[in-house]
T-cell receptor, first 114, second 114 residues
Framework: DTGVSQDPRHKITKRGQNVTFRCDPISEHNRLYWYRQTLGQGPEFLTYFQNEAQLEKSRLLSDRFSAERPKGSFSTLEIQRTEQGDSAMYLC????????????FGSGTRLTVV | AQTVTQSQPEMSVQEAETVTLSCTYD???????LFWYKQPPSRQMILVIR??????QNATENRFSVNFQKAAKSFSLKISDSQLGDTAMYFCAFMSAGANNLFFGTGTRLTVIP
């Protein structure tokens, strides 16, 4: 197992375009998380899945954002009509069920909206 | 709402010396988990150490140890025998028992000087 993989590593897009990111978690991890990290800040929670069910969404996740995890394996995060304020590092993490489990993070996708 | 505060934006330490990174948090809960994550320049977050709030004994992982003061809501990280590879951003994070998302501080950038 190579850990949590994210694709692409970098994405530059024009304002108003749609973008989609992919995350492949550790195969035996049933929980998957998306976080956003802007420069100089710690990661902020966006959403979380247990298997294929999206169980929690942050208020940060506006209606332009949608996340899916079909079949409980990989996940995608789509941003529609991108805005310059969406420029950030998007981090994916996975974990096993159970209280207080630490996450395994991917390397992130850096999005730049121009 | 939980908040995590890291009051040291940047720190430096000589190689082989010891350094302590500070973290305080605010919560009304009695049961929770605390974490330190390391984010090297490659950007992948790595779990360094984890502490369960109901355990009084401070967690230790090789050169890394914590000083957990529950009453003071303080959770500092001590790195002994600092190595060049310890150069990274360090994030303190909080998770409520029964919750699934991590709250991160703003990070401390640590530079180990040869």
């Amino acid at each position: 197992d190579t850990g949590v993989s994210q694709d692409p590593r970098h994405k530059i897009t024009k304002r108003g375009q749609n973008v989609t990111f992919r995350c492949d978690p550790i195969s035996e991890h049933n929980r998957l998380y998306w976080y956003r990290q802007t420069l100089g800040q710690g990661p902020e929670f966006l959403t979380y899945f247990q298997n294929e069910a999206q169980l929690e969404k942050s208020r940060l996740l506006s209606d332009r954002f949608s996340a899916e995890r079909p079949k409980g394996s990989f996940s995608t995060l789509e941003i529609q009509r991108t805005e310059q304020g969406d420029s950030a590092m998007y981090l994916c993490a996975s974990s096993l069920s159970g209280q207080g489990k630490g996450y395994t993070f991917g390397s992130g996708t850096r999005l730049t909206v121009v | 709402a939980q908040t995590v505060t890291q009051s040291q934006p940047e720190m430096s330490v000589q190689e082989a010396e010891t350094v302590t990174l500070s973290c305080t948090y605010d919560t009304s809960e009695s049961n929770y988990y605390l974490f330190w994550y390391k984010q090297p320049p490659s950007r992948q977050m790595i779990l360094v150490i984890r502490q369960e709030a109901y355990k009084q004994q401070n967690a230790t992982e090789n050169r890394f140890s914590v000083n957990f003061q529950k009453a003071a809501k303080s959770f500092s990280l001590k790195i002994s025998d600092s190595q060049l590879g310890d150069t990274a951003m360090y994030f303190c994070a909080f998770m409520s028992a029964g919750a699934n998302n991590l709250f991160f501080g703003t990070g401390t950038r640590l530079t180990v000087i040869p």
